[in-house]
């Protein structure tokens, strides 16, 4: 009768403590950084020449960054940029290119964006990206960069990529994402699936968004004269 008057007094302990580790937890919430990437990639029935064209016509270089849905666009720069072409300003380099004989071209851009998040684990804070584009043949890459670490947004790289692949257009996006959250010490694997499929979702809005983009701008390739 003693030892199980004492077991009971143990487990009784037990429990108490877990209980008081699990309250503690969830009033005293402790900073998490969680880093997350995802990866897409898809192919789009159209040929390159005409979904570069597309994407240069439109400027899509300011909204793939805004494509997934998780943020909202503020303004865009670009370096020594003065062309007005798809409503912003491109830069010389552009109409160069464009207008070349060279069949081995290059295009290059550096600028910076300007965007608002509307993520729930960030919250609204408008943040700087830096941009980088270039444009040869028979790819058009963007790279974005956070310029600037704000209260929750430690990191955020994107990379997007779109390749000739014989009569389509291969494309590959990549999205990594680091964050700082407040979160009771056994919600940390549950915050890195969720920001792990945040970031997957928004890919699989942006591949929706390209897709939109492209079929809404079917006919206005031919305007513009880059080959």
Known sequence: MKSKFTLGRILAVVIGA?????????LFRGEYVTEQAAERSFTIDEDFT?????????????????MGGDSEFIEQQWEDGNAELGGEK?????????????????????????????????????????????????????????????????????STTLARADDQTRVELKLTQKIKLALPWFAHRIADRR?????????????????????????????????
Request: glycine share 6%; net charge positive; aromatic share 2%.
């Open 18 to 26: 877990l209980l008081l580790s699990l309250v503690a937890g969830v």
């Open 50 to 66: 005409k979904v570069r064209k597309i994407m240069v016509r439109t400027n899509a270089a300011k909204e793939i960054v805004t």
């Open 90 to 158: 491109i830069g010389q380099a552009l109409l160069r290119s464009a207008l070349s004989n060279n069949p081995d071209w290059k295009l290059e851009l550096q600028g910076r964006l300007k965007v608002r998040t509307l993520s729930d684990a960030i919250g609204h804070e408008v943040i700087e990206l830096g941009q980088q584009v270039e444009i040869v043949p028979d790819k058009l890459q963007s790279q974005v960069e956070l310029k600037q670490a704000t209260e929750h947004l430690l990191g955020y790289s994107m």
């Open 195 to 227: 920001v792990r499929a945040a970031a997957e979702q928004s890919l699989a809005n942006q591949e929706q968004a390209i897709r939109r983009l492209l079929k809404e701008n079917a006919d206005k390739a031919g305007l513009f004269p880059l080959r």
